[in-house]
Nanobody, 122 residues
């Protein structure tokens, strides 16, 4: 069983910073990506940022230049440094892990954390 444990959410004023962290544990094989999604009230869950096991990163346009994702492969941990936070960043942030089971045909597994709330408000 795979578990993702997140930490680092909270209340911050506009323009402030927060760092989220997520550690995966359990029977984990062939990690391909780890990342963060978020879901604001009344909206669909959206990708915030992801990082592959090779270090390639991907960001939502709305966070480029403000958020930085990084990972520690040996610790199965991913971080999200969030700077210049805006009220529209308010959401529940979910850690995501994608592993590869087979390449041909392609089959993978997706795992989710329980979510950590980020509130940006004055």
């Amino acid at each position: 069983q795979v578990q993702l444990v997140e930490s680092g959410g909270g209340l911050v004023q506009p323009g402030g910073s927060l760092t989220l962290s997520c550690t995966a544990s359990g029977r984990i094989f062939n990690i391909y990506t780890m990342g963060w999604y978020r879901q604001a009230p009344g909206k669909q869950r959206e990708l915030v940022a992801s990082i592959t096991n090779g270090g390639n990163t991907n960001y939502a346009d709305s966070v480029k230049g403000r958020f930085t994702i990084s990972g520690n492969n040996t610790k199965n941990t991913v971080y999200l440094q969030m700077n210049s936070l805006k009220p529209e960043d308010t959401a529940v942030y979910y850690c995501h892990l994608h592993t590869i089971v087979t390449l041909i045909p392609y089959y993978g597994n997706d795992y989710w954390g329980q979510g950590t709330r980020v509130t940006v408000s004055s």
